[in-house]
């Protein structure tokens, strides 16, 4: 007779409780998990929401192809601002997230509604806006409908347990940084800003170009990378990018990411994505992991 589910944690429990303390290796699982991740476009929901030490972001690239020069936005001083409040777009979003946080129970439906909505609102007009893309059992994602090149954007929220510390993102541009300068294989940071909200989240948004090495699924191949972290106590979002084609870079700097992470209409977005994250049901095949419910942490 199988066991069930409720054994199978069970039985992980009781043999986790018997090992000593493990070595924190957060910059290593994410440098992992992140040469893994560009290269997967069928992303499971339940597997990002898992993965918190990953920055899922993705294009790809030449062998050995040099990044492009990209200035540090981190050393500008020059204050963020969000977009002049006339715009239609930004109504539209803050009805569709005020529609969904009315229901008793979010769907899925509701949420892309939402999400699309802002992103039409706070992306830059060069890119037009978005339109959902989504293949049979993948992450459903938004892709610009203009730009050059065009860009698929995805967002997962999901919460964590141990310290806050130990989280991805919470050291900054300088903490990814000397974790890129430690890595076994080629990983430039070519943009970055990091930012605290309201004194209760973290974000890092970064621009990135990575050579595989020899623990890689493709050593020796180099792909760009572009996505934002935001972190608090018990919750964790993960929003990725890749460019649509080969050989080719998120146009979108960490600086206009920044801008978008610390607008309200991001921020509310990303209240209504806590709940109706924490509300989604096992997904079928998922690991037996038990998954810490996220929290929001802003009043």
């Given amino acids: 007779m199988s066991p069930t589910t409720e054994e199978l944690r069970s039985a992980i429990d009781e043999e986790l409780s018997t090992l000593a303390p493990m070595t924190d290796g957060v910059g290593r699982a994410r440098a992992a998990g992140q040469r893994r991740v560009r290269r997967r476009r069928t992303l499971r929901v339940a597997a990002v929401t898992a993965a918190v030490a990953v920055v899922a972001g993705v294009g790809y690239a030449a062998v050995d192809r040099e990044p492009s020069a990209a200035p540090d936005a981190a050393a500008d001083p020059a204050p963020r601002s969000e977009r002049p409040g006339g715009d239609p777009r930004r109504t539209t979003a803050d009805e569709a997230v005020a529609r969904a946080m009315a229901s008793p129970r979010i769907t899925e439906q509701a949420w892309l509604d939402a999400f699309a909505a802002t992103w039409d609102a706070l992306l830059p007009r060069r890119f037009g806006g978005v339109t959902l893309t989504r293949e049979p059992g993948s992450v459903p994602m938004l892709r610009t409908t203009a730009g050059t090149p065009r860009f698929d954007s995805w967002l997962s929220i999901g919460g964590y347990e141990g310290p806050r510390a130990d989280q991805p993102g919470t050291s900054g541009c300088a903490g990814l940084r000397q974790v890129a300068a430690e890595a076994d294989f080629r990983w430039d940071v070519t943009d970055c800003v990091d930012g605290t909200i309201a004194s209760e989240l973290d974000y890092l948004a970064d621009r990135e170009y990575t050579v595989g090495g020899d623990q890689s699924d493709t050593p020796g191949q180099g792909s760009h990378g572009a996505g934002v972290l935001v972190v608090g106590d018990n919750f964790f979002l993960e929003w990725g990018l890749q460019a649509v084609g080969p050989d080719a870079e998120v146009g979108l700097t960490a600086d206009e990411m920044a801008t978008m992470v610390e607008d309200p209409l991001f921020l509310r977005m990303a209240e209504l994505g806590t709940r109706y ?23």
């Fill in 277 to 299: 994250f924490a509300e989604r049901p096992d997904e079928p095949g998922a690991s037996v992991v038990r998954q810490v419910d996220p929290t929001w942490p802003l009043s």
